[in-house]
């Protein structure tokens, strides 16, 4: 199965060395448009399909995190436990954790320690 295209405007800006082994990361920033997500997490399934890595999403680059970052996460999440993985936040802001909290999802997206 071949990768889905990247669109134009993509949230998802690029993959960092591993903070730990076995592990990638993968970095999100604005803006962020819900019309990104499916393509998001479709990359993700595909990156993801078969390994058993760990996946870190950096949030730092996030200015003004809303309703579609959330679902985007949460999404990322649902497809990451799909294949029996977990994906953990790095850097996440206070107005992201605080709407994670809000939302009653903060058992649901895990801050990473590092």
């Known amino acids: 199965m071949a990768a889905p295209e990247e669109p134009p405007t993509s949230p998802a800006r690029g993959l960092e060395p591993p903070p730990e082994p ?4 993968l970095v999100i920033s604005d803006p962020m448009a819900r019309a990104d997500v499916p393509w998001l997490c479709e990359r993700v399934r595909l990156l993801l399909e078969g390994a058993s890595l760990g ?3 950096d949030v ?4 003004d995190p809303d309703a579609v970052t959330i679902d985007a ?3 990322l999440q ?3 436990r799909r294949l029996g993985l977990e994906v953990r936040l790095r850097h996440a802001c206070d107005e992201l954790t605080g709407l994670l909290s809000w939302m009653g999802l903060t058992d649901v997206m895990p801050l990473s320690e590092r």
Do not use: D, E, F, P
């Open 78 to 80: 649902l497809t990451a």
């Open 22 to 25: 076995n592990t990638i990361v």
């Open 73 to 75: 996460l949460v999404r």
């Open 55 to 57: 996946v870190v999403c």
């Open 60 to 63: 730092g680059a996030l200015g």
